[in-house]
């Protein structure tokens, strides 16, 4: 997990990050409900913006297509103040978005095990990178891949499996409050 830079301290936004199957729509709208604010999906804008579904997107572009996409819109989002955002799984591959999350908000890795992924993911025929015939090969690949990532953007890790989004959901606000009031307490030292 990084340090909340002094910028993190005063941001209003939270953003989720993890790898699909891990809630962050699920649980990014119970905790803008929570603590009221907006919640943003960044896959729902991309597909709202190219009227295409992801899919259908990698399948035109490419993966780095629709990376290119994702960062561009990934900092518009993080530069809105007061919300709540699921970011898709991948965005933590590149340097520049994970300095955008880190830097503009607080970032909330949401954690499940590999076993847990496989389990909610196993009907989904929405994500590109898993319509394989080793699912579980496939997430186990992504997973170890951008687990390290994950936590170094992270600035609270929670974990999801389990657990109702609500309880997940509580769980970050309360991790947010000490972690504000720690912020606070560095900055008046």
């Avoid at 905790?31 to 190219?50: M, P, V």
């Avoid at 929405?126 to 015939?133: E, I, K, S, Y």
Wanted: charged share 30%; proline share 4%.
């Amino acid at each position: 997990m990084t340090e909340p830079d002094e910028t993190a301290g005063r941001a209003t936004s939270i953003f989720l990050v993890g790898p699909m199957g891990a809630g962050k729509s699920t649980v990014g709208r119970c905790l803008a409900e929570l603590l009221h604010k907006q919640f943003q999906d960044s896959d729902h804008e991309i597909e709202a913006r190219t009227g295409a579904a992801i899919p259908l997107i990698f399948e035109i572009e490419g993966e780095a297509g629709f990376r290119k996409r994702e960062s561009a819109v990934l900092d518009e989002l993080t530069r809105q103040r007061n919300v709540v955002l699921a970011t898709g799984g991948g965005v933590v591959l590149a340097e520049e978005n994970r300095r955008w999350l880190r830097d503009r908000g607080i970032v909330v890795y949401l954690r499940a095990p590999l076993e847990t992924l496989v389990k909610r993911t196993r009907h989904d025929r929405h994500r590109p990178l898993l319509q394989t015939a080793d699912r579980r090969g496939a997430l186990e690949k992504i997973l170890a891949e951008r687990e390290p990532l994950y936590r170094e953007a992270a600035h609270i890790v929670v974990e999801t499996s389990s657990r109702a989004p609500m309880t997940v959901a509580r769980e970050i606000a309360k991790k947010l409050k000490e972690l504000l009031s720690d912020m606070a307490t560095r900055e008046d030292a």
